[in-house]
């Protein structure tokens, strides 16, 4: 009797270690109380634990019921027993209420927890906290932004990349039919040029069976300036990568080798030699228990070897460009500009209240990756007050002020010059020509492919210049910018205006916004347009503000103090 009792313990924690094991398998959380995904493992390894008790001892209280006739007598009202007797003697009682008083209290207390942890991390206890996740320093658009080589200007997106990577692996016939390009295509700076690079996959799982003892042969690298396209093969195959199965997956691999680090997404890169890397960035959280997500880390794992090396924040070697996500440095660049002046402020007031454009895109300076958006007032659609630049590497940022049109009125201002064409407008880039913010656009035909490009002015996004190669297009801007009828500025009054605004209103005049505004004691109106100072979306009335005005009606205003 008591062996069989030994058995069945044994084989209920059997099953229960095989069960929880396969579900770290699968969802591979951190061993890390600041993960929610452990808390998450935890309750359910716990509910695993409950339902294999429980249906062990049905099955065992069953099978001994049927062979020895038992009826049932009665529930003893004291220890919540179901007793059965035969004879009047008492035989078989079946209890599962402490198991599952314990285990389902252990579950109240993890949901507790996590209730805890999520309240304890809210914006509205911690907006300071979300604000100073990242820290903007003004910069200098001249002297940072350098006028760059018409020939080393990117024309490629990730778009246009996918597509002649795709077109570089049809060419190879014995690659294409067990093969297929990831859609990675990392951004980088490889040899002193902008770069995306990506590998192989598997193109099934039957592909894989044949081909992954050798692993994936090589990588696909696309030079977004000449749109140049190259299968680099390798010496040694790829032998850990996400197409990969069981413990060479590289998600599986990393946990295994670090059980208790968090990871975010990983990336492809390659160093200086060409030699492939995954680039693991390593999450600690800096806001409540788990909450502010960060980088402090990365794991670099040679997608040949192995091997693995793990890096402080700073300690990451020079060649990597993308330590952090884009997607989280937009997050903490809208956290930035919504917590200015507190939570409340956020949703009510919404003084100095700023968020990133719908859009980003990169830029190469001094053999970094920098992430480029546009920053905009909450209450300005249709202009930018400036833009930030952040190093992808070491999250360094810089705020342009540079107060003009948003992304979107630019790429629609670029297809307009071309609507007979159809063609698509790319996101832009934020250029410097003669000093002058200026975006660069490529346009695309309906197969994807880059056919002209154009330049469009940041400060009035009407001049526009277009052409069938980049120095054709930077010519025909110039020449819009000398032909563009601009009217002489007017006399400004000797003496500068202070009052109180009472009312204030924005509207669009030739393609920027205008602030019209009135002072208190006073019947003139005042016009100012967003390019004189990047304070105007978030004046409200009661605002002391002082300005030079100008003759005319309204009254131009043509400094801002």
Request: proline content about 5%; some cysteine.
């Amino acid at each position: 009797m008591k062996q069989n009792k030994f058995s069945s313990v044994l084989g209920r924690i059997a099953v229960s270690a095989l069960l929880i094991f396969l579900l770290f398998y699968t969802t591979l959380p951190a061993i890390n109380l600041r993960d929610r995904g452990f808390f998450q493992f935890l309750m359910v390894s716990v509910l695993i634990v409950l339902v294999v008790n429980f249906l062990t001892d049905v099955k065992d209280f069953l099978s001994q019921l049927s062979g020895g006739g038992m009826t049932v007598a009665h529930r003893d009202p004291l220890t919540g027993q179901i007793i059965f007797e035969k004879r009047g003697q008492k035989k078989l009682s079946f209890h599962m209420e402490k198991p599952l008083k314990y285990g389902l209290g252990l579950i109240a207390i993890l949901l507790a927890w996590t209730a805890i942890a999520t309240v304890w991390g809210l914006p509205l206890f911690n907006a300071s906290r979300y604000r100073d996740l990242i820290t903007l320093t003004d910069g200098d658009f001249s002297a940072d932004i350098a006028e760059i080589d018409m020939s080393n200007i990117p024309v490629v997106d990730r778009d246009s990349a996918s597509r002649l990577g795709d077109r570089k692996l049809g060419e190879m016939t014995e690659l294409v039919s067990q093969f297929e390009v990831a859609d990675n295509y990392t951004q980088i700076n490889y040899k002193g040029a902008p770069y995306r690079v990506t590998p192989l996959v598997y193109a099934d799982p039957i592909k894989w069976l044949f081909n992954q003892s050798s692993g994936l042969p090589a990588y696909i690298t696309v030079d977004m300036v000449t749109q140049q396209t190259d299968l680099v093969w390798l010496e040694s195959g790829m032998k850990y990568s996400p197409s990969e199965y069981f413990f060479r997956n590289i998600d599986r691999y990393l946990r295994f080798r670090y059980p208790t680090k968090m990871f975010d997404d990983v990336s492809f890169e390659i160093d200086d030699n060409g030699i492939p890397y995954w680039v693991a960035p390593t999450v600690t959280y800096r806001v409540g228990w788990w909450d502010g997500k960060d980088i402090d880390g990365a794991v670099l794992v040679n997608a040949v070897t192995g091997e693995c090396t793990y890096y402080q924040k700073e300690d990451v070697p020079q060649w990597i460009d993308q330590l952090y996500a884009s997607d989280l440095i937009i997050t903490q660049l809208d956290d930035n500009g919504k917590f200015q002046n507190g939570y409340w402020n956020s949703i009510f007031g919404q003084r100095n209240v700023r968020r990133t454009t719908y859009g980003y895109n990169y830029l190469a300076i001094n053999d970094d990756v920098y992430l480029y958006t546009g920053m905009s007032s909450v209450t300005a659609d249709q202009s930018n007050i400036g833009f930030v630049l952040v190093n992808l590497r070491t999250k360094e940022t810089r705020f342009y002020t540079v107060p003009g049109a948003t992304e979107q009125s630019a790429m629609a201002s670029a297809q307009g010059q071309v609507q007979h064409l159809n063609y698509t407008a790319t996101f832009p880039l934020l250029l410097n020509i003669s000093n002058r913010p200026t975006y660069f656009i490529s346009l695309k035909d309906a197969a994807g492919l880059v056919k002209m490009y154009a330049f469009v002015d940041v400060e009035q996004y009407q001049i526009v210049g277009t052409g069938q190669t980049v120095d054709e297009a930077k010519e025909n801007y110039r020449q819009a910018l000398n032909l563009e009828d601009v009217e002489a500025a007017p006399e400004t009054q000797a003496d500068p205006v202070t009052g109180i605004i009472s009312a204030v209103e924005s509207a669009v005049v030739s393609g920027n916004t205008c602030y019209y505004f009135t002072l208190e004691g006073s019947e003139d109106i005042y016009s100012a347009p967003i390019t004189l100072s990047p304070e105007l979306p978030f004046l409200q009335p009661g605002d002391s503000v002082t300005f030079v005005p100008a003759e005319g009606s309204p009254i131009p205003v043509v400094e801002w103090r």
